[in-house]
């Protein structure tokens, strides 16, 4: 456990700063996240070192298609969420409560073991990493100096001054997830989405890298109207060259409307080129092409990937073979 490092005290409360939640809690109130608890009128951080898993895994899978293709990173995650989206896969660690009297994994142990799997990086993902915030500030710092990278797989609600402290810290990698627009009501109701977005522009002017993720979930976010919204806003906010992945969703949790079509994923990515984003890919639908990169001034194929992992490399530094036009990718190909 570790005093926090976002809050504020107002009254005889705390507010929580890490996630635009902002909770303020009396004393041993826990914040909706289930990580951070008021006590003795400080904020600690309870879920610091918690971890529900630690495995190896391909940068592809998170997904990143722009940053360190084919290398692993060593991905862990803890437990709870600021969202409690009705259709999460992993529900069974974001929905659940820290376990009592848990182990808790220090950074010098995870780092040692990234290295000694030979992986590129870490990445925070499964559940929430606003979760593991404090952790991650010093896990991130000591593996930077180990010459390994830090992503997140997050929903992008972290307030302005997390994201400083992640970046400072050596977060680089930030997949985050789009969930709706003002018109999808009926779940996770009183999240901004458009401080999801304001935040990725901040993570690109601070010189970090962002890959977008649009869940078409059924019933939700699938309407004509929030489609355009989505798209429209990654162009305004984020510009063509940020990638947008496109993924089914399939029926979880307590949401059980069809898996979304693969109709309605061609016509959202169709619609998304034809607005100039250019580089959109569909996912969790295991059909060869549609995770290819392109060039998208030429069309020549420059990467593939099948089942999450790089089959074809053909780049020139940052540059396509043929036309010489400038591809966004961070980091090295790891061959
Ligand atoms: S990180 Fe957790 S405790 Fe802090 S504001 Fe967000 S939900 Fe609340």
């Not at 799997?117 to 593996?143: H, K, M, R, V, W």
């Not at 990638?243 to 399939?250: E, S, T």
């Not at 990169?293 to 940052?318: A, H, M, Q, W």
């Given at each position: 456990?570790?005093?926090?490092r976002l809050?504020?005290?107002i ?9 635009w939640?902002?909770?303020?809690l009396?004393?041993?109130?826990v ?5 951070y608890v008021?006590l003795d ?5 309870v879920?610091?070192g ?11 899978i ?8 084919n290398?692993?990173?060593l ?7 600021n969202?409690?989206c009705p ?9 659940s ?11 010098e142990?995870?780092?040692?073991k990234?290295v ?6 870490l ?7 606003a979760?593991?915030f ?8 000591l593996a ?10 997050t929903?992008?609600?972290f307030t302005?001054?997390a994201?400083k402290e992640?970046i400072?810290?050596g977060?680089d990698?930030f ?5 709706g627009?003002p018109t999808s009501r009926?779940?996770?109701a ?6 999801v ?6 993570i690109?002017?601070?010189?970090g890298?962002?890959?977008m ?5 059924t019933?939700?976010n699938?309407h ?6 989505i798209?429209?806003k990654?162009?305004?906010f984020l510009?063509?060259?940020?990638p947008?992945h496109?993924?089914r969703y ?11 079509s ?14 100039g984003i250019?580089?959109v890919?569909i996912?969790?639908?295991g059909i060869?092409?549609l995770e290819?990169?392109k060039?998208?001034?030429?069309g020549k194929?420059?990467i593939s990937?099948?089942r999450y ?5 053909k780049?020139?530094?940052d ?5 010489r036009?400038?591809i966004?990718?961070?980091g090295?190909?790891?061959?």
């Amino acid at each position: 456990m570790k005093i926090a490092r976002l809050w504020l005290k107002i009254d005889n409360l705390v507010e929580c700063q890490v996630c635009w939640r902002k909770c303020r809690l009396r004393v041993n109130n826990v914040g909706v996240c289930r990580n951070y608890v008021n006590l003795d009128g400080k904020l600690v951080h309870v879920g610091y070192g918690v971890l529900s898993a630690v495995e190896s895994r391909p940068i592809e899978i998170k997904p990143f298609f722009h940053y360190w293709p084919n290398s692993t990173s060593l991905t862990f995650s803890g437990y709870g969420c600021n969202f409690y989206c009705p259709w999460c896969q992993n529900y069974h660690i974001s929905f659940s409560k820290l376990p009592e009297n848990p182990r808790r994994i220090m950074p010098e142990e995870l780092v040692e073991k990234a290295v000694k799997i030979g992986d590129n990086g870490l990445c925070a993902s499964f559940n929430e990493p606003a979760t593991l915030f404090d952790y991650l500030l010093d896990l991130f710092q000591l593996a930077r100096k180990h010459d390994l990278y830090g992503t997140i797989v997050t929903n992008g609600y972290f307030t302005p001054n997390a994201i400083k402290e992640l970046i400072e810290a050596g977060v680089d990698g930030f997949s985050i997830d789009i969930k709706g627009c003002p018109t999808s009501r009926r779940a996770i109701a009183s999240i901004d989405h458009l401080k999801v977005l304001s935040n990725a522009r901040m993570i690109i002017d601070l010189g970090g890298h962002v890959e977008m993720v649009y869940l078409v979930v059924t019933e939700f976010n699938d309407h004509e109207e929030c489609v355009e919204w989505i798209l429209e806003k990654h162009l305004e906010f984020l510009g063509a060259d940020t990638p947008l992945h496109i993924n089914r969703y399939y029926p979880a949790n307590v949401w059980k409307t069809p898996p979304t079509s693969l109709t309605t994923l061609m016509k959202i990515k169709e619609r998304a080129e034809k607005i100039g984003i250019k580089y959109v890919y569909i996912g969790n639908v295991g059909i060869e092409g549609l995770e290819d990169t392109k060039c998208p001034n030429c069309g020549k194929i420059l990467i593939s990937r099948r089942r999450y992992r790089v089959t074809y490399f053909k780049l020139d530094e940052d540059r396509c073979p043929r036309c010489r036009e400038k591809i966004p990718i961070r980091g090295r190909y790891i061959p």
